[in-house]
């Protein structure tokens, strides 16, 4: 399976690093199957880091066949529901690392972001929010939360995003 990681460099060797910011499934290495959605994480993070700094998507090649390993635990949300927000809150709550190795499931766009404030603060109950979440386009997320499973994402190759 091809794995992209949009970023501001080009990453052969992923590490799981400590988060400024609070993340879906918490603190990890997020990769996902769908190249233009890594092409726009580049393109937000070279926003937010400066002009100078470049968009770029990293490609990795992971065999899909460790997500069956009973060696491994493994998270995996098929679309959007309670669970899926429960988890998801809890983890832009507390920054730490998901109790799993992989956790696969859903990503929000940005104007998600906006229904799982209301539904934190109480303005939405969690049947109106997974009713709002499902009228937007999902896209998925692959994150890695254990530094000895990184070593399975084989490096493939990079290139660089064109921005605006």
């Known amino acids: 399976m091809q794995l992209y990681h949009g970023s501001v460099e080009i990453i052969e060797h992923p590490k799981i690093l400590d988060q400024q910011r609070l993340l879906d499934f918490g603190k990890g290495?997020?990769?996902?199957?769908?190249?233009e959605q890594a092409e726009r994480w580049a393109a937000i993070k070279q926003k937010r880091t400066s002009k100078t700094a470049k968009a770029i998507v990293t490609v990795y090649e992971f065999d899909e066949n460790l997500l069956t390993s009973d060696s491994l635990k493994i998270k995996i949300f098929k679309q959007?529901?309670?669970e899926w927000l429960d988890f998801v809150v809890h983890n832009r709550n507390i920054n730490s690392a998901a109790n799993y190795d992989i956790v696969i499931g859903p990503v929000a766009n940005d104007t998600i972001y906006q229904t799982l404030t209301l539904y934190e603060v109480g303005i939405l109950t969690?049947?109106?929010?997974?009713?709002r979440?499902?009228?937007h386009p999902l896209f998925?997320?692959?994150s890695f939360h254990r530094q000895i499973v990184l070593e399975h994402?084989?490096?493939m190759d990079?290139?660089?995003?064109?921005?605006?």
Not at 29 to 35: D, H, I, P, S, W
Not at 126 to 131: A, M, N, Q
Not at 158 to 164: C, G, I, L, M, Q
Request: aromatic share 12%; no cysteine; hydrophobic share 30%.
């Open 29 to 35: 290495f997020y990769t996902t199957t769908n190249k």
């Open 80 to 82: 959007a529901n309670e």
């Open 126 to 131: 969690k049947k109106e929010t997974i009713s």
């Open 133 to 135: 979440l499902k009228v």
């Open 140 to 142: 998925d997320q692959i």
């Open 153 to 155: 994402l084989k490096f």
């Open 158 to 164: 990079s290139y660089p995003v064109k921005t605006e």
